[in-house]
């Protein structure tokens, strides 16, 4: 590995082309320990998805606690029309992009629809995969009180799990479309059973997506493990995006829950667009921007050439 100055540089296909200069102050490493003494000190707690080795580099550089390798990686990433397709073999080849970018963040790997509901054993094999081959330090699985002796039969063999409860999406076709959970006194009752039933069997921290604020205040004063929100208000102990959702490379209508905190898109579309005029109109590539023949050579080259030139006369 090479040093420049403090500068690590490892040797990945982009190492030339990125900044090399991390932001902020370096940092230890952060695990499942880390974000629980976050909670303990009421420090929020910072997540946001990412699914390939720029986007983890530039996530974790930027000193986010945690990284998802969300299954909302079918849609943001592969253009599936919900997370119902991914596969484990698609997302196990985004996990290990993320890990090769991601250094001091904890990295978590969304088990996909499929992967866990047959069976402890076929959760147990499949989380597995995620740990050894992709180097994922936990594993999220959707669904409260059903899902808990599946948790245990994971941190049993050494598995952090992250709990995600309310509006989860692999539950679409149950649910009847993407709706907002816990509205009614039973569905809050339900939710908070489901949390207590996570907390009690160990969960690393617990995803709280699509429910009302009230509901998710409740929840986190309830349970000692961390809780994370996305689209459930602003008393969760830490928020999650989607690293789309953040920057704009989604294709549709935000949801309510999401800001924007820059339009790559935009960003995106104006380079192409420069570069397709610069071609179209011989600008682009520059004589500065081309490689050129050593001198020695390029004078031997023009000597061959006139011999040439004269033999034809
Ligand atoms: O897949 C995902 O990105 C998620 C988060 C929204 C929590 O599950």
Redesign the pocket.
Known sequence: MMQTGSIRLAGGALEGEMSLTPIGEPRRKITTATIHEKKLHREPITCL?AYDYAAARLVDEAGIDMV?V???LAMTMLGYEN?LSVTMDEMLHHVKAVRRGVKDALLIA?MPYGSYQVDVKEALLNATRFVKEGGAEAV?MEGGEKRVDMIRGLIDAEIPVAG?IGLTPQSLNVMGGYKVQGKTLGAIEQLMRDAVALDRAGVACL?L?GIPREVAAMITAEVETPTIG?GAGPDCDGQ?L?FHDLVNLTFGQPAKFVRRYGDAKALITQSVLSYKADVASHQFPSDGESYHLPKDTQGALETILHRKQAMRR
Request: hydrophobic share 30%; net charge negative; proline share 0%.
């Open positions: 998805t998802l969300g299954d909302s997370t969304d999220k995600h995803y997506e996305i999650v989607v």
